[in-house]
């Protein structure tokens, strides 16, 4: 089966970075597109990041400019840097992976002002 499991949430400042990881088994995923989502409290959950097998990435303009999405095929894992963070960006984060519609348990990131 299929196995997501994210890391790396903490609790930060506004302006601050953070890199989270998402850690893969049974499955590889430089053959295929993996993406970041994140629900904020009381809010719907959202697209953050793109990744596909090509490389091409996509990004809302919400976290446009401040988010990269990549992968360590090597180590078969995907990353969410985070920079300039805003208290809009707290959040559980979540790893995703759409062709088998496979999530992570998330990991959650709270920017104070």
């Known amino acids: 089966q299929v196995r997501l499991v994210e890391s790396g949430g903490d609790l930060v400042q506004a302006g601050g970075s953070l890199t989270l990881s998402c850690t893969a088994a049974?499955?590889?995923?430089?053959?295929?597109?993996v993406a970041w989502y994140r629900q904020a409290p009381g809010k719907q959950r959202e697209l953050v990041a793109m990744?596909?097998?090509?490389?091409?990435?996509n990004y809302p303009d919400s976290v446009k400019g401040r988010f990269t999405i990549s992968r360590e095929n090597g180590r078969n894992l995907a990353y969410l840097t985070m920079n300039s963070l805003k208290p809009e960006d707290t959040a559980t984060y979540y790893c995703?992976?759409?062709?088998?519609?496979?999530w992570g348990q998330g990991t959650r990131v709270t920017v104070t002002p």
């Open positions: 990744l596909d097998a090509g490389g091409s990435t």
């Open positions: 049974g499955v590889i995923l430089s053959r295929i597109s």
């Open positions: 995703m992976l759409p062709t088998k519609d496979a």
